[in-house]
Structures are given as structure tokens and as C-alpha cells.
């Protein structure tokens, strides 16, 4: 496996963000009361940018905790930390998270990944 994601991975965790209701800050998830939880919550409703990479990237079998850095490098940051800081900004949209993720797709498509 390369280091970077896949295009369907990218893809994958952009779809699941799509709608502003699926998209959160300052957690992984959220149940629909808006209270904290795991990725993996069955019951979960949204997820952050690294939340969403890891439910997609589970069910793709790209699940190794390690991979948030590659997720995060092709989508232009030098490590997760960098990635879960943007995605938390205050001023952070759910409208620039998905565009950020159609770019990642797009580079990733045109390399060949």
C-alpha cells in the first residue's frame, strides 16, 4: 500500500460529509443529541474530518490508526494534528471540508492513485 490514500477512500469520506448536518468539530462523532462519541457509534449522526477517514477507511480495510498522517498529507497538511486543527477551527465551514476533499480527490485521481 502507498502511503496516500486511495481516490475511493477520499471520495468515500467526502460523501459521508456531504450534507452540513453529517460534519462536526471538537470530536470524533456526535449522537443526535450532540453529545460526544466514537467513530464507530452505530448511533453516530456526524464526524469530523478525521472521524469520517476512519469509519470510510474501516470499511475499505485502510484502518491502521497511523494512516490519519497520509489521509492528512493528501489533503495538503503536514500531519493530522495540522488537519484536526483546521477542521476545528471556529470559522471552519462544512462547505470548505468538502471542498477540500474534492481537491484531494481530484490530485489523487490525476496521479493515478
Known sequence: MSDAPDT???KAVRKRLTEESAWTQAGYAALPDGRGTDSYNPDAVCWCLGGARDVEGKKSGDF?????DAFARALGFRNSDEMFTWNDAPERT?????AKLREAA???AAEGQ
Request: glycine share 0%; aromatic share 0%.
Open 106 to 108: 481530484a490530485l489523487a
Open 94 to 98: 462544512q462547505a470548505e471540508v468538502v
Open 8 to 10: 475511493a477512500l477520499v
Open 64 to 68: 491502521a490508526a497511523n494512516r490519519h
